[in-house]
């Protein structure tokens, strides 16, 4: 999901390049000590076009460190549900619906299992739930 005009508003961020997004986030995994961004802006800089955003370049990024012995379960914005459901109740297209781009990369077998491991860390990580 690419072209920016089906994009639903909802739609905060979107993976354009789920693997160079995973590989970014596995690096700064596996090197902790190299700097986080801390803004859209930021994310940005770091990503080039492999991220899209809805936001302004100002908007604070967290990332979330989960321990090992404790499950972090991200619940969307209200607000953002709410929205979703409205749109896919009102007969919105389900090709409207925001689906990653490498999946139909999965299903032709256009992938390696090393592209597939960063795609969806890429994909799982920055994905929001409506």
């Known amino acids: ?3 920016s005009s089906i994009t639903p508003p909802w739609i905060r ?10 590989r970014f986030l ?3 995994v596996l090197k902790p000590k190299n700097p986080r961004p801390q803004t859209v ?3 940005k800089a770091a990503l080039g076009a492999a991220l899209k955003f809805n936001v302004p370049d100002d908007t604070p990024v967290d990332f979330i460190d989960t321990p090992m012995n404790r499950l972090k379960i991200r619940l969307p914005p209200q607000s953002m549900v709410e929205d979703a459901i409205t749109r896919f109740n009102s007969g ?3 090709s409207r619906y925001p689906m990653p781009t490498y999946m ?3 299903m032709n077998e256009n992938v390696t299992a090393d592209q597939l491991f960063y795609a969806r860390i ?3 990580t920055t994905s929001e739930c409506a």
Do not use: H, R
């Not at 961020?13 to 995973?22: I, L, N, Q, T």
């Open 1 to 3: 999901m690419s072209d």
């Open 13 to 22: 961020m979107e993976v354009v390049d789920a693997e160079a997004v995973g």
């Open 26 to 28: 596995v690096g700064l």
């Open 41 to 43: 802006g930021e994310f």
């Open 92 to 94: 919105l297209p389900l």
């Open 104 to 106: 139909s990369d999965i």
């Open 122 to 124: 890429g994909d799982y």
